[in-house]
């Protein structure tokens, strides 16, 4: 009974911080609790709110309040399954305006370039801990 209610707590806690939508299943389930426990951590010490999303080519994400929110989208944008191509891939990353990011642009902007290797041989978990920690030392 106490797992259950744990589990319960831990559940509701992961709804009220930002979260993992892994539409494509870029990541295993321990992928995705390493994933989460980092965002948690994050949204702990910086008071944002985290979103991290794998999207097919043409949806999208939305927040319904977005104020201190850092949105991470990984959208392959080819959905023919026969081509295999590194360039499949696509980052969006989304910073609310009440974020002031402005003088950490260049270093965000580098941060995504220095990475884009990671996405390139689908090392998505990898990837996005290292997004997670570049932005959480700016």
């Not at 009220?16 to 389930?29: A, M, S």
């Not at 991470?72 to 959905?79: T, W, Y």
């Not at 002031?100 to 990671?118: A, F, K, R, W």
Request: charged residues 30%; hydrophobic residues 40%.
């Amino acid at each position: 009974m106490k797992k259950i209610i744990a589990f319960l707590m831990i559940a509701c806690l992961c709804d009220l911080f930002g979260k993992i939508n892994d539409n494509l299943e870029l990541f295993t389930k321990e992928a995705a609790g390493r994933i989460e426990e980092r965002i948690l951590q994050i949204e702990k010490e910086r008071k944002v709110k985290i979103y991290v999303n794998s999207l097919p080519s043409g949806e999208g994400f939305s927040v319904t309040d977005p104020e201190k929110v850092i949105v991470l989208n990984i959208v392959k944008e080819n959905d023919d399954v026969a081509v295999n191509e590194s360039n499949d891939w696509s980052v969006n990353l989304n910073i609310s305006r009440d974020l002031p990011v402005e003088e950490y642009q260049s270093d965000i902007d580098l941060l995504l370039n220095n990475t884009q290797g990671l996405l390139e041989t689908k090392s998505f978990e990898h990837y996005v801990l290292e997004i997670l920690d570049g932005l959480d030392t700016q």
